[in-house]
Nanobody
Framework: EVQLVESGGGLVQAGGSLQLSCAAS????????IGWFRQAPGKEREGVSC????????YYADSVKGRFTISSDNAKNTVYLQMNSLKPEDTAVYYC???????????????????????WGKGALVTVSS
């Protein structure tokens, strides 16, 4: 059974930090880019960040560059998103996502084309208060 199990999230004040984790199972994670999309109320789901578990290449949306850091523990099939200097506009449900991308291109993540994503987690709410 394919699973993406998220943990982390919660409520934090502006300027604070949170870490999200995503544990993957049930598929060959080395062939995938794994990361997060987020969706704020009334907005489209957007690609935030991802990492290729085969090449180690990473992607960040412009809105989070310099503040968020993605990493992976390949032995645990787990991806982490460290979110620093959080802003109220980062408030959203964050969904762990996996895109089949053996070459590490992560085409759908980079274009926020959520319909191209192969597997989804259930989502974790991140709320940043001002």
């Amino acid at each position: 059974e394919v699973q993406l199990v998220e943990s982390g999230g919660g409520l934090v004040q502006a300027g604070g930090s949170l870490q999200l984790s995503c544990a993957a199972s049930g598929f060959t994670v080395a062939d995938y880019a794994i990361g997060w999309f987020r969706q704020a109320p009334g907005k489209e789901r957007e690609g935030v960040s991802c990492i290729s578990l085969s090449t180690g290449s990473t992607y960040y949306a412009d809105s989070v560059k310099g503040r968020f850091t993605i990493s992976s523990d390949n032995a645990k099939n787990t991806v982490y998103l460290q979110m620093n200097s959080l802003k109220p506009e980062d408030t959203a449900v964050y969904y762990c996502a996996a895109e089949y991308s053996p070459g590490g291109t992560a085409w759908y993540f980079k274009r926020s084309y959520y319909r191209g994503i192969d597997h989804w987690g259930k989502g974790a709410l991140v709320t940043v208060s001002s």
